[in-house]
């Protein structure tokens, strides 16, 4: 027998609520909805629950606005059953219920990251290691030091030691044999990159090479060096080497699946700077079609940079793609619902309501607060004075008559903003809220408790709805 849920909520949200209920078909539960006789459903605490609602009924599991406060598991113990948020968005129930095993863990991944400094040389000492932290900060397994041609690196060894004193794992990326000799002495934990020309060096350390083809395109001779390595009993990771757009992208993916499937169990590395870095389009996209490949192809490590300004959230890109392709893979299952981290400039169901919907939510205002929402017809604008919709805020104002009042029209100003920015991007708005950048930014996106136009704050609506 299914569950009966009860769905709590406010004035304004009960209508909407019910028709989002009634559209899932078929309902895994029953439901009752109890209007707790608050305004806004997104102002309700766990202490305004348990002061008016009295019992659960003969519910089996309460349901409560995704952006209630407080908690809810001392509801739970109080009410003797589950008492859960649901999403942000009550237009996003159906998905809530219908995939909620996707929401899961995400803590799980199988690739490691190497972050490189590749201006390393160039760095001293506390330079080094404020990059390692924010790369280790962002998911960054592995700081890789790089070395720069033709450009002395007297404090290499330091800046190894620096960082092993921390508890880095470190590697060390020269195209010289020397410094990457250097670099196993000072207690690296890999080398990149050996071929078989230069293998001499891992017999010397005991750091971990990264071999490559002597060419890019000759494979045979990394498998040559591969062979030689596991005579020798010896770890070592295989790079196929990823080439650019246009320059031998499409033949260096063909070469990693040859990698793969002559060497099952070989550890493998992609280097996916050459189309991060060398790509004019955002690196989110490219990072998750990137770590699709490398799930597929079991790689267990790859190599990344942030130099390119248009790339530097690279490696937190990288730690969000390969934890999403982690779980959708153990799922056998698409890379879809998992998590909004790579969703920056789009969102996949930006627009929750509909102009009619949002229509019927006006006509129940009674005060001068503005509300503002986005439909696929634009921005809406509306308190008990008047409708306004726009595709640009600067047709909007004069409707609103907020010339003298500053402030009023500053807040006014940053929402239609954003809600602009919103409707053009198809990005999903939330008044009072950052836009969602995903990992894009640094800022969280934490709810802002900021005025409404109109005189009445949010501070101010809590009280007259009885919130302490």
């Known amino acids: ?89 009550l237009k996003d129930l159906p998905e809530f219920f219908g995939k909620k095993k996707k929401l899961r863990d995400l803590s799980q991944y199988d690739v490691r990251i190497f972050a490189e400094i590749v201006d390393a040389p160039q760095l001293d000492i506390a330079g080094i290691l404020q990059r390692a932290a924010r790369y280790k900060r962002d998911g960054a397994d592995v700081i890789d030091i790089g070395c720069l041609p033709d450009t002395p690196f007297p404090h290499m060894e330091d800046a190894i030691r620096a960082l092993k004193e921390v ?37 010397e350390v005991e750091s971990i090479p990264v071999l490559i083809p002597n060419q890019p395109a000759d494979l045979e001779s990394l498998f040559r060096a591969m062979d030689e390595l596991e005579k020798k009993q010896k770890p070592y990771i295989a790079d196929a080497i990823l080439d650019p757009i246009h320059f031998g992208f499409t033949r260096s993916i063909v070469r990693y699946h040859a990698l793969r499937a002559r060497y099952p169990q070989a550890e493998i ?49 990288a ?26 400039a789009h969102d996949r169901k930006p627009f929750p309501d509909t102009e009619a919907e949002i229509r019927d939510l006006a006509a129940a205002i009674k005060d001068p607060s503005f509300r503002v929402q986005v439909s696929e017809a634009g921005i809406h604008i509306y308190n ?53 950048w995903g990992v894009a930014t640094d800022k969280k996106q934490e709810e802002q408790s900021v005025y409404h136009a109109g005189g009445t704050t949010l501070q101010a609506q809590k009280k007259k709805d009885g919130e302490s």
């Open 319 to 344: 730690d969000a793609a390969r934890r999403i392709m982690y779980a959708a893979r153990e799922d056998t299952s698409l890379p879809k619902d998992y998590s909004a981290a790579l969703l920056i």
């Open 269 to 317: 590395m992609m280097g996916v700077g050459n189309l991060t870095e060398l790509t004019d389009a955002d690196t989110s996209g490219v990072n998750a079609v990137l770590m699709g490949i490398i799930s597929e192809l079991g790689i267990g490590s790859i190599l990344t940079t942030e130099v390119s300004p248009h790339a530097r959230r690279a490696v937190r890109e």
């Open 1 to 89: 027998m299914p569950d009966h849920v009860l769905f709590l909520t406010g004035k304004l949200a009960e209508k909407s609520l019910h028709r989002t209920l009634e559209s899932i078909e078929p309902s895994p539960f029953t439901y009752e909805v109890l209007n707790i006789g608050i305004t806004v459903a997104g102002l309700m605490t766990a202490d305004l629950i348990k002061r008016r609602v009295a019992d659960a009924g003969k519910a089996k599991r309460i349901v409560v606005p995704g952006r209630c406060r407080g908690d809810l598991q001392a509801l739970t113990q109080h009410y003797g059953i589950p008492v859960e948020r649901g999403p942000e968005e």
């Open 167 to 203: 508890s880095y794992r470190v590697s060390v990326d020269s195209v010289d044999p020397q410094e990457l000799l250097r670099g196993g002495k000072a207690g690296a934990d890999y080398l990149l990159s050996l071929n078989q020309e230069t293998l001499w060096v891992a017999d």
């Open 384 to 436: 008990r004075d008047g409708f306004h919709t726009a595709e640009d805020p600067f047709a909007l104002f004069p409707d609103l008559k907020l010339e003298q009042d500053g402030s009023h029209a500053f807040y006014l100003g940053v929402e239609l903003a954003r809600a602009q920015i919103a409707w053009q991007l198809g990005k999903r708005y939330t008044q009072d809220q950052e836009l969602n």
